[in-house]
């Protein structure tokens, strides 16, 4: 299901609001705002080209999460051969623990395949990221040594749903 949706009607609300916050299919314009959430979520955030690249894959899904108008949290999922991969999420600092992060993963899945898994790296020390993930549904499936550049942090790797199916030993 390809699409980030980056082409279809930028300011539709599609998914019904819970809180008050909608998700709608991320649009270029939403960069600068992204940008802001991006650089204070992360220690290497990712540059207007970086999301831009993502965003023009037809495989790839880029949603944001919208309080009134101005953007709150978004989400690019993208598809690799067999599986997805949860390339970004974020939520602006402000706005966490109201449930947009998993609003966000919520409103991607029901875009893909329920049998399609889907898989993540993760900070192991990011716990607020793997309880959400967890909560929704990954399990833990090993360690990819020395993956965070920044400070040679490995990277925790979760699946939902069978690895198998995607080719992946496990
Ligand atoms: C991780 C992140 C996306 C979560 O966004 P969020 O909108 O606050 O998440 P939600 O409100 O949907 O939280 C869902 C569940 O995740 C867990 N969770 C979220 N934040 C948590 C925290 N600070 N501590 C512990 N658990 C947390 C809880 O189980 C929570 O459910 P609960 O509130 O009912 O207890 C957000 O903290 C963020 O943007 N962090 C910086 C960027 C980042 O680390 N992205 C992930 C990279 S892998």
Redesign the pocket.
Known sequence: MPNSGSNETARRIEAPPANGVGVRPLAYADLPLVIS?ER???PSPWSVGMFALEMSKPDTIALA?VDEVRV??YLVLSRFDRAWH?M??????E???????????EAAFERIDRDEPVT????PT????I??????GFRSFGLRKGYYPDNGEDALIMWKGDPATAGVPV
């Open positions: 959430i204070r979520s992360f999460a709150a949290g949860l970004n999420i974020a939520v602006a600092p706005q966490r623990r109201r449930g947009i992060a998993s609003l966000l993963i993540l790296e993760v900070r990011n716990r607020s990221a309880e959400l993930y967890s909560g929704l």
